[in-house]
């Protein structure tokens, strides 16, 4: 036992050094795994799922057409705010202040941080960095990177940003409550109801829910705190959102599913595709 010891202190170096070396006592293994399931399936479903969804949402936020239905005051939340001069001014709640040029979104004012805010989302970051990066691919996979660095440098120094994202898209997230109530208003001031204003209700609280699922929100409500039983009412709030942030991964893809379906939706019926289907008025 006093050899062993001894000969593993001398060699420390090396056992650091040389992972697959045979004399520390590792295999050799020249196969890229040793996984035999379909390791591959999951990066592969993300990023084509993940590619289509920004393929769409980016021709979306630059047709600048079919965004809004007067009639029932529906509004995508692509084009939410719509704060450029070129937008229709029944869909301008908080006013006009951004050029209308074509290489501009009408709202250009908030695409961005929410954009940041998913890029930065810590569950996001998994899945892309494994589906588009191979960094790596899938656990016990090798990536094909020689070196890394983790989130130490530009870019992925920003995703500290993350954090900041969140105030932003929480203020966003207020905007798209704001719109889904105010559909309930028609053009002429009456009160209507209808199928987009179910699938516009449906998304904003599941937009909320993936929201405040944030890791960065969980921190905030629990951070720094030595004892919950002095802050009952965090606490209450820490264990709900500490629930939904159990489900983070599955609010990330529903929220991008109903975002899809919410525009494609409200475009049919601009477009004049389909008819909405009224419930009241």
């Given at each position: 036992m006093e050899r062993t010891a001894s000969y593993r202190y001398q060699n420390k170096e090396t056992d650091v050094s040389s992972t697959t070396d045979a004399s520390a006592g590792r295999a050799q293994?020249?196969?890229?795994?040793?996984?035999t399931d379909r390791w591959w399936l999951p990066p592969l479903a993300n990023f084509v799922?993940?590619?289509a969804w920004v393929v769409y949402a980016t021709v979306r936020a630059f047709v600048q057409d079919d965004y809004f239905v007067p009639e029932y005051n529906y509004l995508t939340p692509f084009y939410s705010p719509c704060v450029s001069y070129g937008c229709d001014p029944h869909a301008s709640h908080f006013g006009q202040f951004l050029p209308d040029v074509w290489w501009l979104p009408y709202a250009a004012a908030s695409l961005?941080?929410?954009l940041l805010f998913r890029l930065t989302c810590y569950y996001y970051r998994k899945a892309y960095y494994r589906s588009f990066w191979l960094s790596p691919p899938a656990c016990a996979v090798a990536e094909p990177h020689k070196g890394y660095s983790g989130e130490t440098r530009f870019p992925l120094l920003g995703q500290n940003l993350h954090r900041y994202f969140f105030y932003i898209a929480g203020i966003i997230s207020l905007i798209n409550t704001y719109d889904a109530f105010y559909a309930f208003v028609r053009s002429d001031g009456s009160f209507g109801f209808g199928l987009g204003n179910v699938i516009l209700l449906v998304n904003v609280v599941l937009l909320w829910?993936?929201?405040?699922?944030?890791h960065s929100c969980r921190s905030i409500i629990g951070g720094r705190l030595n004892h919950f039983s002095k802050h009952p009412a965090r606490y209450r709030m820490w264990v709900f959102v500490s629930k939904l942030n159990a489900k983070h991964m599955q609010l990330a893809w529903t929220t991008l599913a109903t975002l899809?379906?919410?525009?494609f939706y409200i475009m049919a019926v601009a477009a004049g595709w389909i008819p909405d289907l009224r419930i009241i008025n």
């Open positions: 293994i020249t196969a890229r795994t040793l996984r799922g993940l590619t961005p941080f929410l829910a993936y929201t405040i699922s944030c899809a379906l919410t525009d």
